[in-house]
């Protein structure tokens, strides 16, 4: 059958291999029956393919043969079947909810082997002295079949390996002393694993048989799982939503940023009692309207003598004047009338906590805003994409806290304006105990974008024997694998694949969560961080919002922009779980 494969890493003269086996799973009698996808080999014949596979054919042969039968309606004689025909091998019986996906039909076993080869090989071979007149040829096809067979192209191979001495295949002589294969090798479990590196794999599938899935590295394998689609085009950059306004003078700027009307135009006539009216020019000394009552005058200072600024004073009772040269620079601007406007003036930070998680806003200008009982956060910037996400805008308004965000471009300045949401918070925070390890290690790596496999079988060689256990496996990609073991492989077991070469993470008992992930940190290629702190836009630091969450956040370390893994005991708003999703960040709840 088509098998997907990954060869293990480890030094000669250990062989390792780790692969997914895709099965069929038919009904009989109304049972599920686990059935393996073969396909027919040169010299093949049913009573030895079935006798030597499954639980059904060990236990009772007639019934095997009766679910052959039925499975398999093509085959309308069992002493004949031909190469290359497709044929489907009972394995056992199923009872149900057994394996993941077994009521779909198909359904995958990961399989770990590690072999001591050349000893295997060895075990099935026998020694033979070379005659006059042989030739190898000769000899394998007298134990694997027909010279051009598939069974005879992997004789030929298992005739190099048995004797690497002999470079030339045409030039053995009399008397010379070699290894001949025993054709019973090609009933051993790790028999075609020997050949998956140098044949090309079997394209076309059987009916019921899955397809094959390569195991990859972390991201791509993640998004595999997911049902993702990948498009070679690149996705086009959303635009920003911006209310922009063309060719502002400063003061118009400010107007609109305050919340104030602009009189820059026309001419004010102000009685006094000598000399007649006097006569305010606009155009020249601009004047911001508040609703409360407030007025700014801007002037130079030679354009407006005191006795004038009394006049004006008379009739305005609420105006400041303000003197400035030439047009002054938006930021100086605003800070004068903010701090005019507020008796307290404004900040550039303040801070609270929420559900354990630490919040800090910082920002141009931070005040309070008049007969509202909110608090504005005031920045400007230089270009759309410093703005803060929307998840965290929402946020704050939340606590009484307006972000308001002023765009500033060569001949364009406006406002940021609010972005529709696209996303849904998670409804229900999951949760992972930390005295469930298995459970945490499962959850981390498979959210980092890695293969964990449940309850693998392994065989390895001990004490000159082929042993079976069970454990975990996972995958990193790029021929990059281990197993993961809570105490099920004891003693001399550990020690005998450990010498093969392959590698065991081994956590025992309950761990603290820091413990747990120190242990992984080693043994993996992921980073953690205590109590980490998101900064929430893309700008300097001085004016940007930062969230520290109290537990660990948990990366892959060769996967730049890859996924992220936040384990908090505390629950973050819903708003703040949307901000992390967007940042391709998952949350877990670590249960106290």
């Known amino acids: 059958c088509a098998l997907a494969a990954v060869l293990l890493m480890i030094p ?25 996808p ?69 359904v995958t076993i990961p399989v770990v082997t590690i072999t001591d080869l050349p ?34 192209k992997r004789g030929i ?22 290894r001949l294969p025993d054709p019973d090798v090609r009933n051993q479990g790790w028999y075609e694993a020997l050949f998956r590196e140098s044949e090309p794999e079997e394209r076309e599938m059987h009916k019921s048989e899955a397809v094959p899935v390569q195991i990859g590295s972390g991201p791509e394998a993640a998004r595999a799982e997911a049902g993702e689609a990948e498009s070679s085009e690149p996705s086009p950059s959303v635009a920003l939503p911006v209310q922009w306004f063309e060719d502002l003078s400063v003061f118009a700027k400010a107007a609109e940023i305050l919340g104030a009307e602009l009189l820059d135009s026309g001419q004010y006539y102000f009685p006094r009692p000598v000399r007649g009216d006097f006569r305010l020019d606009l155009s020249r000394t601009p004047v911001l309207a508040f609703e409360n009552g407030l007025r700014f005058l801007f002037t130079k200072r030679r354009w407006l003598s005191p006795s004038e600024q009394m006049v004006i004073q008379q009739h305005w009772k609420n105006l400041e004047v303000m003197f400035v040269q030439g047009e002054p620079e938006l930021s100086a601007l605003l800070e004068d ?94 949760e992972v105990d930390p005295q469930e390890p298995a459970r945490l290690v499962r959850v981390i790596t498979k959210r980092l974008g890695y293969r964990y496999y449940e309850n693998v079988e392994v065989s390895f060689p001990y004490a000159g024997f082929q042993v079976k256990a069970t454990t975990n496996l996972l995958s990193m990609g790029d021929k990059a694998e281990m197993l993961v073991d809570y105490g099920s492989l004891k003693g001399d077991a550990v ?26 940190a080693e043994a993996l290629p992921i980073t953690y961080d205590r109590d980490p702190m998101f900064w929430a836009a893309d700008r300097p630091r001085i004016y940007n919002t930062s969230i520290e969450i109290p537990g660990y956040l948990v990366s892959a370390s060769q996967q730049d922009g890859g996924p992220r893994l936040l384990l908090t005991p505390t629950k973050p708003a819903g708003a703040l779980l949307q901000y992390l999703q967007g940042e391709g960040v998952s949350v877990m709840r670590i249960r106290q």
């Not at 042989?134 to 096809?141: G, T």
């Not at 309070?368 to 929307?390: A, D, F, Y």
């Not at 010498?499 to 603290?512: H, P």
Request: glycine content about 6%; charged content about 30%.
């Open 12 to 36: 000669e003269p250990t062989h390792a291999v780790f692969y997914q086996k895709h099965y069929a799973v038919k009904q009989y009698q109304g049972k599920d029956v686990l059935c393996d």
């Open 38 to 106: 073969y396909v027919v080999q040169e010299d093949d014949y049913v009573t030895r393919l079935l006798k030597q596979r499954g639980d059904i054919s060990h236990r009772d042969f007639p019934r095997f043969l009766r679910i052959f039968k039925h499975i398999n309606p093509d085959v309308t004689d069992v002493d004949l079947i031909y190469p290359k025909e497709r044929i489907l091998i009972p394995l056992r019986v199923l009872a149900p909810g057994t394996l993941a996906g077994q009521e779909s039909g198909e």
């Open 119 to 152: 000893e295997a090989l060895k075990r099935y071979s026998e020694k033979y002295r070379v005659r006059y007149g042989d030739w190898v040829s000769r000899l394998i096809s007298e134990r694997f079949g027909d010279y051009g067979t598939q069974a005879y």
């Open 157 to 178: 191979k298992l005739f190099q390996r048995l004797n690497p001495e002999i470079t030339d295949l045409d030039e053995i002589q009399a008397g010379m002393q070699v």
């Open 337 to 430: 009338l903010i701090s005019a406007l507020n008796p307290e003036g404004y900040k550039k930070r303040m801070s609270f906590k929420d559900r354990g998680v630490s919040i800090v806003l910082r920002g141009q200008f931070i005040y309070n805003s008049p007969g509202s009982g909110l608090k504005v956060c005031l920045n400007i910037l230089s270009k759309p994409e410093m703005r803060t996400p929307q998840p965290i805008c929402d946020y704050l308004s939340r606590h009484h806290i307006r972000i308001r965000e002023w765009v500033e471009k060569e001949n364009m300045s406006g406002w940021l304006l609010d972005e529709a949401g696209n996303q849904d918070a998670p409804e229900k925070l999951p």
């Open 495 to 520: 020690k005998a694949i450990e010498d093969t070469g392959f590698k065991i993470l081994k956590i025992e008992g309950r761990r603290e969560v820091k413990l747990l992930l120190r242990d992984l």
